[in-house]
């Protein structure tokens, strides 16, 4: 066969892949183990499952999926700009935020245009910055998070956009309000700058963003958020972007008719008004952060604050320590592939699930 891989662009031949977390149903297969008895804290997921509210619009909906959705998502962007007071035009719903992340990037970037983004920042932004054949630019961490000067540093003439992830994944770290606001201030205005906000429930609430009242002094702000972490909805894919109305249109004019489905539709739009719900998620990490933390660190480990649901932990030979925790029917996340090749990320779960990861990784450093 003649090799058609050549005849792919080479920017689109050079990116590697996204590594997921391990399917649960995947490691059961190669380990012959029940999938009830594995624990996975690999991928930031909600571990109280998912709202009985968004169940109840889903179940409602079925009966509806041989109509095409609505691919103006009213019902959700009605949600949306109720509960943040934005108006509808300054919304574009995806499938996932990361679905949104890249639309940001195929509105407004072009093949040689810049976009900076910081070393172990989340691994979506270099991957949709190549993918258009732009110019990743990467900042080195400060404490293993953005370095805002750095990556104001690095603006030049071609720069079109800049990633913020905050809080970051996947080290956790945070920029307070006033020094993000003196960044938004000092990046030229004709340079987008993507925030994106996945763990903003997370935060307790006097650390809560503030920046989607600050659409209206930034025109080039674009804010995303999901559905996936904190509303449980990570298997249904919906996030969205809120900006000035005159990019989310730009923005929208890439987006496919119909990239939101009507059950993930009605599901989001259900639980985004489930505060209940978010509120019992947080207080659930809030424990699980603790009980993690205070874990490890009686193990001798040291981990990197983290302000999410998630955390990193520093252990010698993390490859090897991951494949073991795997043969205890444990998942957890290699970060390798973020420069942090001696930490691995475990996401919060369950007290019984924390403490499972927590008796694991005793035995695996005790060498049992
Ligand atoms: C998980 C995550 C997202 C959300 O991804 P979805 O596509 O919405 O599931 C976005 N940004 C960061 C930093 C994340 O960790």
């Given at each position: ?7 792919v662009p ?13 399917p649960i ?7 012959g ?6 624990v ?21 909906t ?8 609505d ?5 959700l ?7 943040y007071?934005?108006?509808q035009?300054?919304i ?14 195929r509105a407004?970037?072009s093949?040689?245009?810049e976009v ?10 270099p ?11 990467m ?5 293993y ?5 750095a ?9 079109r ?7 970051n994944?996947p080290?956790?770290?945070?920029i307070?309000?006033?020094?993000l ?9 004709d340079v987008?700058?993507?925030?994106d906000?996945a ?12 920046a ?16 996936s972490?904190?509303?449980g909805?990570?298997g249904l894919r919906?996030?969205?972007l ?5 990019v989310?249109?730009?923005?929208n004019?890439v987006r496919?008719?119909f990239?939101?489905?009507?059950v993930a ?5 259900a639980v ?8 019992r998620t947080?207080e659930?990490?809030?424990?699980g952060m603790?009980?993690?933390?205070e874990?490890?660190a ?5 981990y ?14 993390a490859?090897?320590v ?6 205890k029917?444990?998942?957890?996340r ?8 001696d930490f691995?990320r475990?996401s ?6 924390n ?10 450093l005790?060498?049992?």
């Open positions: 066969m003649k090799n058609l891989t050549q005849i080479s920017h689109v031949r050079g990116i590697a892949p996204y590594q997921p977390g391990k149903s995947e490691l059961a297969r190669e380990m183990l029940e999938e009830g008895s594995i996975k804290l690999a991928s930031n997921e909600n571990p109280l499952g998912v709202s009985p509210k968004a169940l109840a619009a889903m179940a409602a079925l009966q509806d999926i041989a109509r095409y959705p691919g103006n998502g009213f019902v962007k009605d949600a949306i700009s109720r509960k007071g934005i108006a035009s300054q574009v719903l995806g499938n996932g935020s990361n679905d949104v992340l890249e639309l940001a990037a407004f970037l093949p040689g245009t900076v983004f910081s070393q172990h920042a989340f691994a979506v932004y991957l949709v910055t190549q993918a258009i054949g732009a110019v990743g630019v900042t080195p961490a400060k404490n998070g953005h370095d805002l000067d990556m104001l540093a690095a603006i030049t003439q071609n720069t956009m800049i990633f913020v992830a905050n809080p994944n080290t956790g770290t945070w307070d309000k006033q020094a606001h003196a960044f938004l201030s000092k990046v030229p205005n987008m700058v993507v925030l906000e763990y903003d429930e997370y935060l307790p609430d006097d650390l809560k963003s503030e989607i009242g600050w659409i209206a002094e930034f025109d080039n702000l674009i804010l995303t958020r999901t559905l972490k904190a509303y909805l990570a919906v996030g969205f809120v900006a000035n109305a005159a989310a249109d730009m923005i004019r496919q008719p990239n939101v489905n009507n539709l009605a599901a989001a739009a985004l008004d489930d505060e209940d719900f978010v509120r947080r659930l990490n809030d424990a603790k009980q993690l933390t874990g490890v009686r193990l001798g480990l040291e990197i604050p983290s302000y999410g649901n998630f955390v990193c932990v520093r252990v010698e030979n490859m090897e991951y494949r073991k925790l795997l043969q029917g444990v998942i957890v290699p970060v390798g592939n973020y420069e942090l090749p691995l475990v919060i779960g369950l007290e019984s699930e403490a499972r990861f927590l008796q694991a990784l005793e035995e695996v005790q060498g049992r």
